[in-house]
């Protein structure tokens, strides 16, 4: 079964509101994650085009972020829903240079909080009333940006997953 990533998975990019007002442009790139052997037997990742992608294939996904504007981007905050058809790979999420602290949530973006607080609560029938949420229950990432992003400047934020087994067929 292969999916059309791109067209799939993409994903809605949501700004902050003072981002927005700013001008910020952002574009969202979907690739293919494929392990080759170098030259020497070692271990290589390339990323390709994600036209179409099999269940079990893992995609990185990055967001190409710029202020074209004359006056510095304050405040900016980044939100990206996780496709519904791909599992979030573990500690995946990050901003070029640590320039932002990502945050996360289970509930559709109602409420985020850091990876490592991130709880939710069990049925009533099983022992402990608490557990942490597993990567697949995140649907969405929120990006706060520690500085202000200069005029003309530019950065990236990533994040990695992998197309999920029961994902729909997409008939190309």
Do not use: C
């Not at 494929?34 to 995609?59: R, S, W, Y």
């Amino acid at each position: 079964m292969l999916m059309r990533a791109a067209a799939t998975l993409a994903g809605t990019l949501l700004i902050g509101f003072p981002a927005l007002a700013q001008e910020l442009i952002v574009e969202q790139q979907v690739e293919r994650v494929i392990v080759i052997e170098d030259e020497e037997g070692g271990l290589e990742m390339e990323l390709l085009p994600a036209e179409t992608v099999k269940p079990g294939e893992q995609l990185f996904y990055s967001v190409t972020y710029s202020n074209p504007g004359e006056a510095p981007a304050k405040d900016v905050i980044l939100t990206l829903p996780v496709p519904a058809e791909v599992s979030l790979l573990e500690d995946s999420a990050m901003a070029e240079y640590d320039e932002a602290s990502v945050d996360f949530s289970v509930d559709g973006g109602a409420t985020y909080i850091p990876r490592d607080e991130l709880i939710a609560e069990a049925p009533l029938d099983e022992v402990h009333p608490v557990r942490v949420s597993m990567p697949e229950e995140i649907t969405h990432m929120r990006w706060t940006f520690n500085r202000e992003i200069g005029p003309k400047d530019s950065g990236k934020i990533f994040f990695a997953a992998v197309l999920k087994e029961n994902a729909r067929p997409v008939t190309p």
